[in-house]
Antibody, heavy 117, light 110 residues
């Protein structure tokens, strides 16, 4: 199971850290991804962190977002900086696989981030 | 504009069969597997199909996936009202070095 938290209303240019607490499996034993969905729009993959610790990002968040995890807390994080209006979305964490052909098989319920003044 | 192309909507009557297409390119579908997700209204996505045509655990065998070249399809047979949802295809893109999704297809069961 995955439970996200940390969303909220934030002003443009601000920072926010999302958390994703996992239970039933170790976050460091799997690849873990963040996926977002803007209001009324489709799914957008943002970032993945692999069990070895390496990470990848979609171009629109590179240099602004950082994915990380705390193995002792079995929790995944997404640090978001320099937030913009187009970052407004529901953010989901998902269990991924080292081989992306296997898909994301466990999803959290999502946490909402609203960037607005 | 999504990297993978899906029809915005499809509709079909109960108990009938519907297919949803997903078109990509050599850098994604043509070289990697396609996964399909179902998103019920107000809910998180759920993995239906992985590795082009493998059924995710607990998913009804009314769902099936296929792929040919740079296109893929999701078929749903014996349509039920509970199948009304948004459906997304996804694949790894070697050029973008990340997962790309289709724009989603809204299924209406008439």
């Amino acid at each position: 199971r995955l439970v996200e938290s940390g969303g909220g209303l934030i002003q443009p240019g601000g920072s926010l850290r999302l958390s994703c607490a996992a239970s039933g499996f170790p976050v460091n034993g799997n690849a873990m991804s963040w996926v977002r969905q803007a209001p009324g729009k489709g799914l957008e993959w943002i970032s993945v962190i692999y069990s070895g610790g390496s990470a990848l990002y979609t171009d629109s968040v590179k240099g602004r977002f950082t994915i990380s995890r705390d193995d002792s807390k079995n929790t995944l994080y997404l640090q978001m900086r320099s937030l913009r209006g187009d970052d407004t979305a529901v953010y989901y964490c998902a269990r991924d696989a080292a081989d992306p052909n296997y898909g994301m098989d466990v999803w959290g319920q999502g946490t909402t981030v609203t960037v607005s003044s | 504009q999504s990297v993978l192309t899906q029809p915005p909507s499809v509709s079909e009557a109960p108990r009938q069969r519907v297919t949803i297409s997903c078109s990509g390119s050599s850098s994604n579908i043509g070289n990697n597997a396609v996964n399909w997700y179902q998103q019920l209204p107000g809910k998180a996505p759920k993995l239906l199909i992985y590795y082009d045509d493998l059924l995710s655990s607990g998913v009804s065998d009314r769902f099936s996936g296929s792929k040919s070249g740079t296109s893929a399809s999701l078929a749903i047979s014996g349509l039920q009202s509970e199948d009304e949802a948004d459906y997304y295809c996804a694949a790894w893109d070697d050029s973008l070095n990340g997962v790309v999704f289709g724009g989603g297809t809204k299924l209406t069961v008439l």
